[in-house]
């Protein structure tokens, strides 16, 4: 293999290592939490599509193409596609009621305001989404109920869901011991 065939590569393999990892640390939006969010989403019609591909979307828009996309190992983000136009922002935060941009991500894509501090935007939309189920799997189960999802699309999202918990949740504190023990 020639010299400049091995440094291409390394090159290749070091840029797919390094924007691997900026994926994973941009956006803290928990994979738990955006699964729900997109089960709540299908159930009350602002997901109008949901895709079963490697990337799991979330359309929000056909014109133009807004939608939210994110999987295990890529951060939710809100993509916007033109025909003269694509981008993209990642979003950090809880949901519901606190999604946010991540840090160093654009206000607005192609024109569309994702974040806009005085009007409404998309991630105004998603904050205001009402958690109406709270257990991931639950929220599919509705939505196919509700012929908003088709039976092979919930089931993929309801396998998801199993492999991705909730996290335990913290034990209650311990009653302090009664202080007044004399004899």
């Given at each position: 293999m020639s010299r400049m065939k091995k440094i291409s590569g390394f090159v290749l393999l070091f840029s797919a290592f390094c924007c691997s990892y900026a994926n994973e640390t941009l956006g803290n939006v928990a994979t738990r939490q955006a699964l729900t969010l997109y089960g709540n989403a299908a159930l009350t019609g602002l997901c109008r599509h949901l895709s079963t591909n490697r990337l799991w979307v979330c359309e929000l828009s056909d014109n133009p193409d807004i939608h939210l996309t994110f999987n295990a190992d890529t951060a939710l983000h809100i993509t916007v596609r033109t025909p003269s136009c694509e981008g993209n922002s990642v979003l950090d935060g809880e949901w519901p009621d606190n999604l946010k941009l991540a840090p160093g991500q654009p206000k607005k894509v192609c024109n569309v305001k994702i974040y806009d501090e005085k009007e409404g935007d998309y991630l105004d939309r998603l904050n205001a989404l009402p958690e109406i189920i709270s257990e991931c799997r639950d929220s599919f189960q509705e939505a196919f109920a509700m012929n908003r999802l088709n039976?092979?699309?919930?089931?993929?999202?309801?396998?998801?869901?199993?492999?991705?918990?909730?996290?335990?949740?913290?034990?209650?504190?311990?009653?302090?011991?009664?202080?007044?023990?004399?004899?």
């Open positions: 039976a092979r699309t919930a089931d993929f999202y309801i396998q998801q869901c199993k492999r991705n918990p909730a996290p335990p949740r913290p034990a209650p504190p311990k009653p302090w011991p009664d202080e007044d023990q004399s004899e």
